[in-house]
């Protein structure tokens, strides 16, 4: 295969903390490796207003404590069209770029893998996300942060709602996916987490209450995974008050601060394994593959099935959480 001597990295979709970590990785593997490398700003946007520079180390020292990205990211609608992926890679060819790393979720990869088919290029995936929704990964960039945000911030609503002897249900982020409600809701100590994944099969709320959830408690906390499906923290309010009036009843909606901050330790390790493995896996003559972490190992998944794949939710993880919140 063609020799790749030059790189460029660009993040995408909603940011997530590490992904300053994940850059300067992929930066300065590069460059150990003695590739050039183009940082792209905006996502692919950037590579349809040609805002490209020239990374060196020092371009990403002092990042690596940082949350947000550095290359600043955006949801970019034009590159879904053909036009406009004609367009980016008419940049890429100006200037001489071999191959891309793209740190994004699953939109950003779903991006990815179309242009890399469409003009048969060379890219590999970072997971970046707070959601932790891609497939044949242990955990996405940003995930851990984010999850140790929701505990601190449940912690906190605990204390009124135990002063006030309420039901509280907060709702957190998550796209489609429950992970951040499941396992924030374990490490909060939470009296149990509505998710999409299991919504269509069973009426979470009729099973908590009618289990009598409170019976020992003066105060609770839910955790809703935002989603149409589970109809949020609003919509649960919405239904205690109408089927089962008599609970006191708040709702807390914790929004984009779950995005932000600085990054874990472990965040900003995982960042800095998958971002030197995506060199490894250039010069391993792989294309196409997003990088993952299964059972501490790094691993390549053809970013077709980290996109396509639903990546379930552990049923021990939702038995655990059921087991201890008698
Ligand atoms: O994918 C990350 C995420 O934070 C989701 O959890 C959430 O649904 C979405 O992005 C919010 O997007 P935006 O910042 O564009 O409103």
Do not use: W
């Not at 003009?119 to 955990?139: A, H, K, Q, V």
């Not at 965040?267 to 196409?288: K, P």
């Amino acid at each position: 295969m063609a020799k790749i001597e030059t790189i460029g990295i660009l993040t995408s979709g909603g940011d997530a903390p590490g992904m300053n970590a994940a850059i300067r990785a992929v930066t300065r593997a590069a460059i150990c490796a003695g590739m050039k490398v183009k940082g792209i700003y905006r996502g692919y946007r950037g590579l349809l207003t040609d805002e490209i520079v020239d990374f060196r180390t020092q371009n990403v020292s002092n990042i690596i404590q940082m949350g947000g990205t550095i290359l600043k990211t955006a949801r970019c609608k034009e590159f879904q069209t053909t036009e406009g992926r004609q367009l980016a890679y008419d940049t890429i060819q100006r200037h001489k770029i071999d191959a891309l790393v793209v740190i994004g979720g699953d939109g950003s990869l779903t991006g990815a893998r179309i242009f890399a088919n469409e003009y048969n290029f060379p890219i590999i995936g970072l997971p970046g996300t707070i959601d932790n929704d891609l497939y044949g990964t242990d955990s996405t960039i940003g995930y851990d942060t984010a999850l140790n945000t929701i505990m601190e911030c449940v912690d906190k609503i605990r204390d009124t709602a135990t002063s006030h002897e309420r039901l509280f249900f907060i709702e957190v982020m998550g796209r489609d996916a429950g992970f951040l409600a499941l396992n924030g809701a374990i490490a909060s100590g939470a009296e149990a987490a509505i998710i999409p994944e299991i919504s269509t099969q069973v009426d979470q709320l009729a099973e908590l209450i009618e289990n009598g959830f409170r019976k020992s408690k003066n105060s609770s906390i839910v955790l809703v995974a935002e989603s149409p499906v589970t109809g949020g923290a609003m919509g649960m309010a919405e239904r205690v008050k109408n089927e089962y009036p008599g609970y006191d009843v708040r709702v807390s909606i914790l929004g984009h601060l779950q995005r932000g901050g600085s990054p874990t330790a472990y965040d900003r390790i995982l960042a800095s394994r998958l971002g030197a493995a995506a060199i490894d896996a250039l010069l391993d003559d792989q294309r196409n593959v997003m990088i993952g972490i299964k059972n501490d190992e790094i691993v390549y998944v053809p970013i077709t099935r980290a996109i396509k794949n639903d990546k379930p939710i552990d049923q021990e993880l939702l038995n655990t959480l059921r087991r201890l919140s008698i």
